[in-house]
């Protein structure tokens, strides 16, 4: 059974960092496409960042040059480094995984398994 944990999260001031980690359960040898998304109260899920089973990736307009995804395969771990954090990052972020190989997408509905979330709260 697939399971996708979170971890990393915390309260920071604003200008901080924090590196968020998705630990993934119950497959190996196999490189989905993963994704990080967020979900503030009364706010859709939005799409954070992606990445391939290339290493190519795409990121949020909001989040560009502040956030870096990754992934280590060896550790079935996704990672999220989130630099220069603002307020407007405050949400609960999500892991999600892909089980096709056909676009490197920020659409929630194109995501199979998600993880619990791991709350970020930036305050100023």
């Known amino acids: 059974q697939v399971q996708l944990v979170e971890s990393g999260g915390g309260s920071v001031q604003a200008g901080g960092s924090l590196r968020l980690s998705c630990a993934a359960y119950?497959?190996?040898?196999?490189?989905?496409?993963m994704s990080w998304f967020r979900q503030a109260p009364g706010k859709g899920r939005e799409g954070v960042a992606s990445?391939?089973?290339?290493?190519?990736?795409r990121y949020a307009d909001s989040v560009k040059g502040r956030f870096t995804i990754s992934r280590d395969d060896a550790k079935n771990t996704l990672y999220l480094q989130m630099n220069s954090l603002k307020p407007e990052d405050t949400s609960m972020y999500y892991c999600?995984?892909?089980?096709?190989?056909?676009?490197?997408?920020?659409?929630?509905?194109?995501?199979?398994?998600w993880g619990q979330g791991t709350q970020v709260t930036v305050s100023s």
């Open positions: 999600a995984r892909k089980d096709d190989y056909v676009g490197l997408t920020l659409r929630p509905d194109a995501y199979s398994y």
């Open positions: 119950g497959y190996i040898g196999s490189r989905f496409y």
């Open positions: 990445i391939d089973n290339d290493g190519a990736t």
